[in-house]
């Protein structure tokens, strides 16, 4: 009687992998933007970010599929710094204005930022030659923005704080009011950032022409 022969041994299982690790995927964002807003989109290789964030390639990859990806998670993450979207909500209780106030704050210092006025420049740049690539910068970072500014409106219309037929036009009509004509010369190097109570002045002024305009008849 032959012995019952024993199963061949499988190999071990690979398993999940290992948890991706969010310290690197910090470093490998702002190594991005580094790179993106000093050497343009064309200029930044991956294999560079993977060096400027002291992480490998594969890492690099591992976190972001691609460099268009990687680009837009940038993008994202740095208008998260100024107006995280917490900012576009309506708490019970709160004004709509002071909401408002808060979130042209925040917007002001992001628009006017160097990092900011850099970025702009490069999709300025970028812009004709990859239509695909201003898509996704405008997704990412304008777009998101404008959605969030469409569901607070819309929140507080409903609450009767706000009296807005449009709500797409107001957000976007919101956002330019606090643009200004400051921000402009800056993006074409003939002007300075608002600062202090000059930027307050402005955003203020912004505000209350948006809440005339806008405010419960």
């Known amino acids: 009687m032959n012995p019952v022969s024993t199963p061949p041994m499988l190999p071990p299982s690979s398993g999940p992998g290992r948890p991706k690790d969010p310290a690197k995927r910090d470093a490998i964002l702002e190594a991005a933007k580094t790179l993106f807003l000093r050497n343009g989109y064309d200029g930044s290789s991956m294999d560079a970010i993977a060096a400027e964030a002291g992480v490998s390639k594969l890492t690099v990859y591992s976190h972001f599929t691609d460099k268009e990806n990687l680009f837009s998670a940038a993008v994202k993450a740095k208008c998260e710094e100024q107006v995280p979207g917490l900012f576009f909500a309506l708490p019970e209780g709160a004004r709509i204005e002071n909401v408002l106030l808060n979130i042209a704050r ?38 998101r923005l404008l959605d969030g500014m469409e ?3 819309a929140q507080a219309t409903a609450a009767g704080q706000l009296d807005i037929d449009d709500v797409p ?13 400051a921000n402009f010369r800056l993006l074409v190097g003939c002007g300075e950032p608002l600062q202090g109570a000059d930027a307050e002045q402005h955003i203020e002024a912004s505000v209350s022409m948006f809440m005339r305009a806008y405010g419960p008849r």
């Open 169 to 181: 036009t107001a957000a976007d009509q919101f956002f330019c009011l606090v643009k200004g004509g």
């Open 106 to 143: 925040g917007f002001h210092v992001l628009i006017n930022s160097c990092e900011s006025v850099e970025l702009h420049r490069v999709m300025v740049s970028q812009g004709s030659q990859s239509p695909k690539l201003s898509r996704m910068f405008y997704e990412a970072g304008p777009q």
């Open 151 to 153: 569901h607070l409106l």
